[in-house]
């Protein structure tokens, strides 16, 4: 998931075929009498947010079924056991109505709670503000959540109220029907509108990094669009697009290309890539990096369907003022070498 977690685990993932003896039956029933301990309500909601197909096509709850009928589910998982701390975070928060929240993350606030991070999340934050949240399995302890950024990244998430919207969000996430537009400033000069295809998979020599693997022997299908927004000779400004939403997407695709993220200490992009000898300007890099301690990445747009209405729902944010900032030193920069 850019830096959105891979969508896939929020789901069971059921495919049933209808035997040859079978009774003419309402597919709700028929599902809940095969899966055990799944309450009708979880199946009906899967059903409105168009989560079941028979014969590939989308069916509401009172289909009745038929000896022969492929049936594909996708459906939350259960959540596991996990204590959750509510604390008094606060959130920036762009828009709220019943059904969904959509928040401007901050750098530095990790999404949710995992090994090392218990406390200080932003679910955290979201439990002591909201009484409840729904949970998947695949988010155990993440209420609400149907993607991730990083916690160095900043920008918008979107976050469920009801188990319907979380739902009906995650399948737009797996369908990438979401319209995710990031900001990232690069090293590098880039002319020209371009797009990266490449699996990614954990490295395999070091695990907390990914890696793409152009042959598409490990990981999964990936694929970023991007585009030149502003120049500045040995960095660019740039918009990148996600088709796909795999963990670090952004990041590694980038750094694939010979363009990491200005400032990314996973990727490389936290050292002088491109540039002068000149110790001035070695100088320069390094103040912007004081004031940019981190992946110079923002989740700029974030557009999707609104699970009750049908709407289509589009937000916008500004930059993070630490990437701002460096922007505008090296609009500075360059305008001052042009002078001399």
């Not at 039956?25 to 899966?35: A, I, P, Q, S, T």
């Not at 309500?41 to 096509?57: E, F, H, L, R, T």
């Not at 606030?109 to 995992?114: D, E, N, S, T, Y």
């Not at 152009?214 to 999964?220: A, L, M, Q, R, V």
């Amino acid at each position: 998931m850019e830096e959105n977690q891979e969508v896939e685990e929020l789901f069971e993932h059921h495919h049933v075929i209808v035997d040859k003896g079978q009774e003419q039956l309402r597919v709700d029933k028929f599902l809940m009498n095969r899966l055990e301990k799944t309450s009708r309500n979880k199946i009906q909601n899967a059903a409105k947010a168009g989560c079941i197909q028979v014969n590939d096509k989308p069916v509401k709850s009172n289909y009745k079924i038929k000896p022969g009928d492929s049936i594909k589910l996708m459906l939350p998982n259960e959540p596991r056991e996990l204590k959750l701390i509510p604390e008094d975070i606060p959130l920036n928060i762009v828009y709220e109505d019943d059904t969904i929240i959509v928040i401007n993350k901050p750098s530095g606030l990790v999404v949710h709670p995992g090994y090392g991070n218990y406390t200080g999340t932003l679910v955290n934050g979201l439990i002591y503000h909201f009484d409840s949240l729904p949970q998947s399995k695949g988010y155990a302890g993440r209420p609400g959540l149907v993607h991730r950024i990083d916690k160095l990244t900043t920008g918008l998430m979107v976050i469920a109220k009801t188990e319907y919207a979380m739902t009906h969000l995650a399948k737009q996430f797996f369908d990438h029907t979401v319209d995710r537009r990031y900001q990232a400033i690069v090293w590098g000069d880039i002319m020209e509108d371009g797009t990266v295809e490449g699996n990614i998979g954990r490295n395999l020599k070091n695990r907390k990094i990914m890696a793409v693997f152009p042959e598409g022997d490990f990981g999964k299908v990936a694929t970023t669009h991007y585009k030149p927004i502003k120049r500045y000779g040995y960095v660019t400004l740039v918009e990148c697009k996600l088709e796909t939403g795999r963990t670090h997407q952004i990041r590694v695709h980038m750094a694939h290309i010979g363009h990491a993220l200005f400032g990314d200490p996973s990727y490389g992009g936290d050292r002088i890539l491109k540039g002068t000898v000149f110790t001035k300007y070695k100088q320069f890099v390094e103040n912007c990096f004081k004031i940019l301690p981190r992946q110079a990445l923002h989740a700029k747009t974030l557009g999707f369907e609104h699970p009750e209405t049908g709407e289509k729902m589009e937000f916008n944010s500004d930059l993070a003022e630490d990437m701002t900032q460096v922007l505008d030193k090296w609009e500075r920069y360059v305008a001052n070498r042009q002078l001399s």
